[in-house]
């Protein structure tokens, strides 16, 4: 699995997890429990995740989606 998004947004998680599965790009949100406990402070970020044979096409649906991620992860 392979980083895709990091982020505080829950709305931006759900519908980013609603696009890619719609895409057959199987998601993964790390992290999730822990940016819970830790109230709202959102120290912790949620991690978005994506199988490494899918990172590819997962980064071109956010480039159509003009969603900003980290692009020096090159995988």
Known sequence: M?????TNN???IS??????????I???VLDSHMS???GSISAIPR????????IL???RLLDAA???????ETT
């Open 15 to 24: 519908w980013l997890q609603a696009l890619l599965e719609d895409d057959g």
């Open 47 to 54: 991690r978005v995740m994506v199988h490494d044979d899918h």
């Open 66 to 72: 003009e969603i900003d991620y980290d692009r020096s």
């Open 2 to 6: 392979i980083e895709l998004l990091r």
């Open 10 to 12: 829950p709305v931006l």
């Open 36 to 38: 819970v406990m830790e």
């Open 57 to 59: 096409r997962a980064r």
């Open 26 to 28: 199987e998601v993964i």
